[in-house]
């Protein structure tokens, strides 16, 4: 049960993006541009939508620093709150801490923010060609 929340949180994913680049070569490729830190402390409130077939995932990232949401884990094991915090390097990279209390569990990552057209993605390197991307959304709501 863990794995599978850790696997969630990790991702940060959402499923809206049509033809959704799937590694940070094919989003460069696209003409994906990163984003400085001033650009991503520019960026306001961001939400994040993640369904996978275990749990899903809605947060929001406040303009403020602070992480809020609430994490559904569909195999029984309930729900918890998300609470966190993040901050931006100098080198743009932004570092989240988000603990579930109900699953007792505290999630960390780091990674860089990528800018394609109106969408914003999420890449944990800036120089592996070959490393996941994650879509953030605009507006995410429960259902």
């Known amino acids: 049960m863990h794995k599978a929340l850790a696997i969630v949180l990790i991702a940060f994913a959402s ?20 984003l400085s830190s001033a650009e991503v402390q520019a960026l306001g409130d961001l939400r994040i939508l993640r369904k996978a077939p275990d749990a899903d995932a809605y ?10 949401g ?16 993040w901050r931006v390097r100098g080198d ?11 699953f ?3 999630m960390k ?3 860089y923010t990528y800018r394609l057209g109106k969408d914003i993605f999420f890449a944990a390197s800036d120089t592996d060609r070959s490393v996941a991307v994650t879509h953030y959304i605009e507006n995410a709501f429960l259902e």
């Open 15 to 34: 499923n809206a993006f049509a033809s959704q680049p799937e590694s940070l070569g094919q989003l460069q490729d696209m003409g994906a541009q990163k």
């Open 92 to 102: 743009g990279q932004r570092c989240v801490d988000v603990q579930l209390p109900a």
């Open 59 to 68: 947060m929001t990232m406040r303009a403020d620093g602070t992480v809020v």
């Open 70 to 85: 609430l994490v559904h884990n569909k195999l029984g094991h309930g729900s918890s709150e998300a609470v966190g915090t």
């Open 104 to 106: 007792r569990m505290e």
């Open 109 to 111: 990552q780091c990674g």
